[in-house]
Every structure is written in C-alpha cells, then in structure tokens.
C-alpha cells in the first residue's frame, strides 16, 4: 500500500532543535517562527479552533488543552504524537509606565502543526496536519513561511515526501499549493473509523481471536 502510516517516537529523541527562532522580514513586517513549547498549548488550541471555524466545522473540536500537554510535551521517554511550530508578528509595543520604555510585544499570527508518517513506496514522510494564519495577518507571506519551514525540517530528517489535506471548495489554496509544486491526488480517498464505529471495529478484532 502507497499511503502513509502514522508514527510516534520518544520525546527524548525529538525537538525542534533544528528551527530555533527563525525571523525574517515579510511585508515589512518582522515575523519569527520558532518551536512551540508546552506553555503554548492554549494557544495551539486556539488556532485549531479558528481553523475548524473557516472550515465550517466549528463544533468539530473535541481536543482540550490538557491532550495537547500529553500528547505533543511529554515527560521524558513519554510518546510525542506532534510537533508544532508557532508563527508571531511584531506588534504595537505598549508602554511601560514603570520603565518609561517600549515594552516589546509578539503577535501570535499562525502555526503549524505536523508529524511523521511512513509510506510503504517511499520511505520516511512528514504530515502536516494543520497550517493556519490569523486572517489580519494573511496576505503576508507567513503561511509559505510556515509551510517551507515545515519541508526544510521533513528534508533534514530525511523525509522524501510531505503530505497534508486541503478541503475541496478551497480553491485559492489548492491554487497556491500547486505553485509550490504539490500535487492533488484525485485517485485517493480518505477513509476514517471514529468513537463508537472505531471501539466497535477493534471489538470485532477480540470476537474474531
């Protein structure tokens, strides 16, 4: 089978060491991208829940802050499911009564949020599992820089294909993408088993032994 499989691996052997704090200037504006960490779990909750409103399935979220934690920032030799890289914009700087100075500001503007994958044709691979830029701050750039950054990490680690979804009334993001030279698979179909279809499938396995 061509598809990719999900994979895990140990918090210990992992880490956006390679990224760093990764700014440059786009539009003029300065932007930094950098790894996310565990504290940035309620932040990474709100991008997934912004994304699941421009994609019309608000309600779809069922992931809390506390599976984020788990999941993504284990204890050492715990099981990380994803990595996740964080996009923030120069913002007004407020002042500082105390100092009498500009106190600096970040403006979180986009994240994403990707792991790795195995596919039986090619080797290792990388899924992106969610890109999303804050639409104030769209039009920027920021999402190419995301998205480039998450292929330069796929290359480092050795990785021959990324993979990630896009929905099929986005037109002005299929249209970018192609640009970037990705290609739509129109011959495949994404399947899911979820909640009680899922418990009901794995059941079936424990009747059939």
């Known amino acids: 089978m061509g598809g990719a ?4 691996w140990r918090a210990e052997t992992i880490g956006l060491a390679g990224v760093g704090r990764f700014s440059s200037i786009i539009e003029g504006e300065m932007t930094t991208i950098r790894a996310a960490a565990v504290d940035d779990a309620d932040l990474i ?3 997934v829940r912004e994304l ?4 019309r399935a608000p309600g779809a979220v069922k992931l809390t802050g506390a599976e984020l934690v788990r999941d993504g920032f284990p204890d050492a030799g715990g099981e990380c499911y994803f990595e996740a890289l964080i996009a923030e914009e120069d913002g007004e700087s407020p002042h500082s009564p105390n100092a009498g100075e500009q106190a600096p500001r970040r403006e979180p503007a986009g994240f994403a949020l990707f792991f790795p994958v195995y596919s039986t044709w090619r080797g290792r691979a990388m899924h992106l ?14 999402g190419k820089a995301l998205l480039t950054k ?4 796929a290359v ?26 990705a290609e739509p698979l129109e011959e495949w179909r ?7 279809a899922l418990v009901a499938l794995a059941a079936a396995s424990a009747v059939e032994a």
Request: aromatic share 14%.
């Open 5 to 8: 499989g999900a994979a895990r």
């Open 45 to 47: 909750l709100e991008f």
């Open 52 to 55: 699941a409103e421009y994609e």
């Open 129 to 142: 599992e969610d890109l999303f830029v804050r639409p104030r701050f769209r039009g920027r750039g920021i």
């Open 150 to 153: 998450v292929a330069a990490l």
């Open 156 to 181: 480092e680690r050795g990785c021959v294909v990324l993979y990630w979804h896009v929905l099929d009334w986005n037109s002005p993001a299929i249209e970018f993408y192609k640009t970037l030279g």
């Open 190 to 196: 994404r399947m899911r088993v979820t909640d009680e």
